[in-house]
């Protein structure tokens, strides 16, 4: 079974550009996370999908950041414009609903400069 | 809030050389506690869990124990190997929560 899949593995932008980052979940996982991990520190999270819907996007930068899960699958999290304090790994997490098992993705690793 | 702390690394031990990584936590009530993994270049991966007081946790050779009184689920092991070089986080998930909360994380490094 294919676990949670992110892409681009790797991204070095400019700060002011845009990016953006691809989650495709472990099918059939209903719940849907966005994480965040400075170096050196534990995943923070960002957003969470039950579904298509964000039921939990308090520490998500408004601002800048948003997020998308249409369908209730795929989900795409963008950045605009990016800060060279956004550089970090962005991990994508799925699990079968809010009580079982998290699995995580590799990460997408942003470098802004 | 809940939160979760780690012992500080990096921690770098010989090969067969006894491991523990202490983790301890604040919450309310009873929360879940886990012992993530982090090889190098590759995503968390779980690789223990309790989900209440007295429960251990076990995976491929790792050990924890669910400790209500002291607050604390350290990771063990015997004997590492080098193949044990990794990132190892401790979190939890707060009772009725749905996310986890992460420690900062341990290097471990493992020579042969």
């Known amino acids: 079974e294919a676990g949670v899949v992110q892409s681009p593995r790797y991204k070095i932008i400019e700060k002011k550009q845009p990016v953006a980052f691809w989650c495709n979940p472990i099918s059939g996982h209903n719940t849907l996370y966005w994480y965040r991990q400075n170096l050196g520190q534990g995943p923070e999270l960002l957003i969470r999908y039950e579904n298509e819907e964000a039921v939990d996007d308090s520490q998500l930068p408004k601002d800048r950041f948003s997020a998308e899960r249409l369908k209730g699958v795929?989900?795409?999290?963008?950045?605009?414009?990016?800060?060279?304090?956004d550089s970090a790994v962005?991990?994508?997490?799925?699990?079968l609903n809010t009580q079982n098992t998290i699995y995580f993705g590799e990460g997408s690793w942003l470098t802004v400069v | 809030g809940n939160s979760v702390t780690q012992m500080e690394g990096p921690v770098t031990l010989s090969e067969e050389a006894f491991l523990t990584i202490n983790c301890t936590y604040t919450a309310t009530g009873y929360p879940s506690l886990f012992w993530y993994v982090q090889y190098p270049?590759?995503?968390?991966q779980l690789l223990l869990k309790a989900t209440k007081a007295d429960d251990k946790?076990?995976?491929?050779?790792?050990?924890?124990?669910?400790?209500?009184?002291?607050?604390?689920?350290?990771?063990?092991?015997?004997s590492v190997q080098v193949s044990d070089s990794a990132v190892y986080f401790c979190a939890l998930r707060a009772q009725g929560a749905q996310k986890l909360v992460f420690g900062q994380g341990t290097r471990l490094t493992i020579n042969p």
């Open chain 1, 74 to 85: 795929d989900s795409t999290l963008k950045i605009q414009p990016a800060e060279l304090g």
């Open chain 2, 57 to 78: 946790g076990s995976n491929k050779g790792f050990e924890a124990t669910y400790r209500k009184e002291t607050t604390s689920f350290h990771l063990e092991k015997g």
């Open chain 2, 41 to 44: 270049g590759e995503g968390l």
């Open chain 1, 90 to 95: 962005y991990l994508c997490a799925s699990s």
